[in-house]
């Protein structure tokens, strides 16, 4: 056993104890580790110093580390360390109302008769108790501004799944969906740890009103301003807002393309000191969306406003989040959006590690937003770094395979070349060494729900009915089944619920690691995507998407790391949600149609 004068330690309450003591990290200075069970076992007195300089902060040149690593790792202590102030603020009041209860009781022992008896004993001891809970209680009352969060809060949610901020929607059919560490519901995004809300906009495809305001009304927030700007037009829902919903501005987007569509899940939280948060997501706003479907849902961090005289060009993320989600609310024109957009603008974007990517209808050109299929294809040549080929035998790039996973599926042509290999994967193949490659060999395997994975569903048939995939486009392109996998995730526990999350990504040949992640509303489409790239370099798009790109240079990593390996650091594994290796579709299984 190692000699207690050997540790340097600092004191944390404990659960078991009141105080309990933690080895000094062994690596110090040297430690890059940005994991926050790593921090609750080890102390690090030096990144401590630093936090407690507050505003003047400075991190000593010649470090061992890049400044960056040291800025992660801070921000991981600090809700570590205010929690353990807060548990420590409870001890404290804890002890002085046990003490003056004590006193009390002692007092009134001696004065009231019968004082020295049961009875008069349970009532003292009982007021003691209502004492020390009052005393205690008063610690809580604002998580966020002691930056704290009580345990299964959506704060605390946040702080357990840093850095990625990345979620899965509930599936009540699944119990053990409701374990995950990163399972939410929508009144999560709304839950009173995560700020007090002033305001809120959805924007989104499908919404129903009347489900939604039943959501903020579970916490008491169904009277607070809410904006809805929506893509599909449910009877009489106009009529309905305008007699019983005065806190609801709305907005309908009437596509001018008959095959376009306003495909978009984002939502804005206002919070009571003008901080923002963002929030895509995949999810429509109706039950089935949010109780029976597999979704993806990106939550910010809470986005400070800038101080008064700042310029409103001030406070991006290094991606160009705000950048780029400015301009997407520019495209639509509407009047509806201009106070969202001053939100925006007043906000501090620097912390937000992923890049929007968006579409928009309209003609767009390389290089250029509103346009999947060039947004992704350009962040991917700036910043995705693949394994380069080192000699003849070596694959290199080409041995990272892309998948590609939707809840729909367009008319891609008569052949895989035509747009599927042809624009599609010259974007999802992307990297530093090879920018939107002509004809890439890259491997793209696509998952999509069969006949089967539908029918064992938890509604059986009725499971299918987020998947509207064509039958007769289907067999227009039957080229495409050999791209096409099984819906399978057993090991979340998601298998028989039907993904109406999209996803891109590319992984490592031992299926460990990601180069990227993109989570999106965009399905395998042409309207989504962009068409076909035409020789001139234009390509058009039909639909409003939105997404978020996870790319693991603003994360301060080589790779996204997805399961236990034996060379994975201690970093926070990459929440991934269907099963690996891929199961292909045999020559029996046929896609799920509508």
């Known amino acids: 056993m190692e000699s207690s004068s050997k540790r340097k330690t600092q004191e944390y309450p404990g659960s078991q104890a009141k105080k309990m003591k933690l080895e000094e990290c062994p690596h110090k200075e040297r430690c890059y580790r940005r994991n926050p069970h790593h921090f609750k076992q080890f102390d690090h007195p030096f990144l401590i110093k630093l936090i407690e300089m507050g505003d003047l902060m400075v991190i000593p040149e010649n470090m061992p580390q890049p400044n960056q690593v040291y800025k992660e790792q801070i921000e991981i202590l600090k809700p570590i360390l205010a929690s353990l102030r807060v548990h420590e603020s409870v001890e404290k009041v804890t002890d002085n109302a046990e003490a003056a209860c004590k006193s009390e009781h002692m007092t009134k022992a001696d004065t009231v008769p019968g004082g020295s008896g049961s009875t008069s004993t349970e009532k003292v001891s009982q007021k003691c108790k209502t004492t020390i809970f009052n005393s205690t209680s008063q610690i809580f009352t604002s998580e966020e501004d002691q930056n704290a969060c009580p345990p299964g809060s959506m704060l605390e949610k946040l702080q357990r799944n840093a850095p990625y901020n990345f979620f899965f929607t509930a599936i009540p059919k699944s119990p053990e969906t409701l374990k995950e560490v990163n399972t939410i519901s929508f009144t999560d995004l709304i839950c009173p740890s995560l700020g007090q809300l002033k305001c809120s906009l959805q924007v989104n495809f499908i919404i129903d009103i009347d489900w939604l305001l039943k959501q903020y009304k579970t916490r008491n927030l169904h009277e607070k301003p809410l904006t809805i700007v929506y893509g599909d037009d449910w009877p009489d829902i106009q009529e309905f807002m305008n007699k019983f919903c005065p806190n609801v501005k709305y907005h309908f987007v009437k596509m001018k393309d008959p095959f376009g569509c306003h495909h978009t899940k984002l939502g804005v939280y206002v919070y009571e000191d003008d901080s923002i948060r963002v929030v895509v997501s995949t999810a429509n706003l109706y039950f089935e969306d949010w109780n029976h479907y597999n979704q993806g849902v990106w939550v910010s961090p809470r986005l400070p406003k800038l101080p008064p005289n700042a310029d409103s060009k001030l406070g991006d993320s290094p991606t160009g989040f705000k950048t780029h989600l400015i301009n997407y609310f520019l495209t639509y024109q509407l009047t509806i959006f201009n106070e969202w957009v001053d939100y925006i603008k007043r906000a501090d974007f620097s912390s937000v590690k992923v890049a929007l990517v968006y579409s928009a209808p309209g003609k767009y050109y390389p290089k250029s937003n ?225």
């Open 370 to 594: 509103g346009n999947h299929l060039y947004r992704v294809g350009d962040l991917l040549s700036q910043h995705c770094t693949l394994p380069p080929k080192t000699d003849a035998q070596s694959e290199g790039p080409l041995s990272w395979g892309i998948l590609a996973q939707a809840s729909s599926i367009g008319s891609m042509g008569k052949t895989a070349g035509e747009w599927l290999r042809g624009s599609l994967l010259r974007s999802l193949a992307s990297h530093k060494l090879g920018p939107l490659p002509n004809n890439s060999q890259a491997t793209i395997s696509v998952v999509y729900p069969s006949v089967s994975n539908v029918a064992n569903g938890y509604w059986g048939l009725e499971s299918g009915g987020c998947l509207p995939y064509s039958k007769a486009t289907n067999e227009k392109q039957r080229w495409f089944q050999t791209y096409l996998h099984q819906w399978i995730a057993d090991g979340k526990h998601r298998t028989r619920a039907m993904p109406h999350i999209k996803s891109y990504c590319r992984i490592s040949p031992n299926l460990s690691k990601l180069a990227y992640f993109l989570l999106t509303s965009a399905n395998l489409s042409k309207s989504a995507w962009g068409n076909v790239m035409q020789k001139n370099g234009a390509s058009y798009v039909r639909s409003y998407e939105m997404g978020v790109m996870f790319l693991p240079k603003f994360f301060n990593e080589e790779y996204f790391e997805i399961c236990d390996t034996e060379d994975r650091t201690n970093k926070s594994l990459f929440p991934f949600m269907y099963d690996l290796p891929l199961t292909p579709y045999q020559k029996n299984d046929y896609p799920w149609c509508n």
